[in-house]
């Protein structure tokens, strides 16, 4: 094509003073990459237009420059030297003042939740000390329980000891011999309960002094005379089952060593009574 | 400090890098600049001071917050800035609290009549002036299309003249302003 045409067109000077139409525009944007001499042409009226613009250029009023740059203010990106001067314009009491000057729901809503904070700050105390006090409290009730539950499961063992002997002791089968204080111990007495079928003993101290320490009663029966060891008493509920004792004629409690004798101590004995 | 103010420039790409970080020396560089030219261009067109001085106000705002849309590869930072303002300053004229106060200095009468005689406006200035300089067929077309904002096809009616004529008129006036812009 012919550039030179092209550009005496006067389509340069309508395009920069946008008076070309988007078509126009449009094939001079294309051209101009195309052809280095049209985008000069467009170069030089540009900078000949801008040069006579500069040089008839008239002041605008002054006011006009501050009443942008106030409109625009919170626009402009932050230099340094703009940060040190908003660090000193925060340190002057003009603006210390504008911290103070909050709105009047602002200044509720501060005193309201200062307010809150130190009542919750009360309230998470007291209901510290509640939670600790009724800690205490619920393991000193959950002791007590133990307590209390290890003592009804004695009891039921000892319920149902007693159960048995009970039982026991109405067995057909089982004789009851009555043993009496011996003179100068009157006031001691127990029972022997002797299973004539299977021969099994059982005591039932029904009051017998507590034994010295390192001291225990023995059970002797009688048997031909002559005293055979029956066991010794331990600490048992109801009827404490002895030793298995074929026949005997006679039974009897001495004081004994811990562990019992081979033969009785006679000056010991506490109480005696014979079978049938 | 007026000497360091002074001795500060920027090359064009500089400072259109600066413009689109928002930075305030650059736009301050900018106005300083640019402003009394584009005043002009502003004042020419809508030939009453306060507006104009609105007008540029509006202008600069426009300037700062459409950088981004800016195409160097268009053409100069300058040519864009100027037709922000020429779109700007017509707005302005066209507004109708603008139109209520020329009327009540009589000044809106017939384009054409404004445009035609010489005498009614003798205090124009920059681009109109050089304008008033062509020959009068060229003249009205250059009135009505770039300081009044008519198409050429409103033009063409207006003056009852083929749509062509008009487009080949102003080519030959743009080309001959651009002549007495160089001089």
Known sequence: MNTQEYIQSGIIESYVLGMASSAEVAELEQLCLQYPEIKKALNDFELALEANALSKAVTPPPQVKKQIFAALQSNFVENENKAAENTKALASPLNEMMVVKMNQPSRFLAAASIILLVISGGMNIYFYSKFKETTQQYQALVLEKNTLQANNQIMQTKSLDMFNSMQMMTDPNMQKVSMPGITGKEANYATVFWNLKSKDVYILPNKLPQPANGKQYQLWAIVDGKPVDAGVISDCAGLCKMKNIPSASMFAITLEKLGGSETPTLSEMYVAGKVG | ?183
């Open chain 2, 1 to 183: 400090m007026l000497y360091l103010e002074q001795a500060q420039h920027y090359s064009e790409s500089e400072l259109i890098l600066l413009l689109t970080q928002q930075s305030e020396t650059a736009f301050s560089y900018l106005y300083d600049h640019y402003s009394g030219a584009l005043y002009a261009s502003i004042l020419s067109i809508v030939n009453n001071q306060e507006a104009a001085a609105d007008t540029l106000q509006e202008v600069f705002i426009k300037i700062f917050r459409q950088i981004h849309s800016y195409d160097s590869s268009k053409g100069r930072l300058y040519t864009w800035m100027l037709n922000i303002a020429r779109n700007a300053a017509i707005d302005t004229t066209r507004s109708k609290g603008f139109q209520k106060t020329q009327k009540n200095q009589a000044l809106s009468e017939n384009v054409y009549d404004l445009a035609g005689s010489a005498e009614i406006k003798t205090d124009f200035i920059g681009l109109r002036k050089l304008v008033h300089g062509l020959k009068p067929e060229w003249r009205v077309l250059v009135e009505l299309s770039y300081f009044e904002g008519y198409t050429q096809d409103e033009i063409a009616k207006m003056l009852d003249i083929p749509l062509g004529t008009v487009k080949t008129r102003l080519r030959a006036a743009l080309k001959e302003l651009h002549k007495l812009i160089k001089e």
